[in-house]
């Protein structure tokens, strides 16, 4: 079993920062990238930023220049730093996770987790 538990959300004025962690446990054999994703009310789930094994990084155009995605490969920790917070970017934060290895004696090359999420919320 796998388990992602976040942390970090709350309520923010617009303008400010805030960071969330996600750290991953349990029966991991390699990690292939973490990442984030939000969900806002009547919206669909969107990537907002993910990072690879190997340190490289994508994040949503919305985004860009105001959150940076970081990991701790020690301790299967992904943080994300937001800055500049503005209203929209209020939403549940998702943790995934995708990993692969082996199952039954079968490799897999791509299985993906999920947190359960945390609320950030932007007040203008």
């Known amino acids: 079993q796998v388990q992602l538990v976040e942390s970090g959300g709350g309520l923010v004025q617009a303008g400010g920062s805030l960071r969330l962690s996600c750290t991953a446990s349990?029966?991991?054999?390699?990690?292939?990238?973490m990442g984030w994703y939000r969900q806002a009310p009547g919206k669909q789930r969107e990537l907002v930023a993910a990072i690879t094994s190997g340190g490289s990084t994508n994040s949503a155009d919305s985004v860009k220049g105001r959150f940076t995605i970081s990991r701790d490969n020690a301790k299967n920790t992904v943080y994300l730093q937001m800055n500049s917070l503005k209203p929209e970017d209020t939403a549940v934060y998702y943790c995934?996770?995708?990993?692969?290895?082996?199952?039954?004696?079968?490799?897999?090359?791509?299985?993906?987790?999920w947190g359960k999420g945390t609320l950030v919320t932007v007040s203008s």
């Open positions: 349990g029966s991991i054999f390699s990690i292939n990238a």
């Open positions: 995934n996770l995708d990993t692969s290895g082996y199952s039954s004696g079968s490799y897999y090359s791509s299985r993906k987790y």
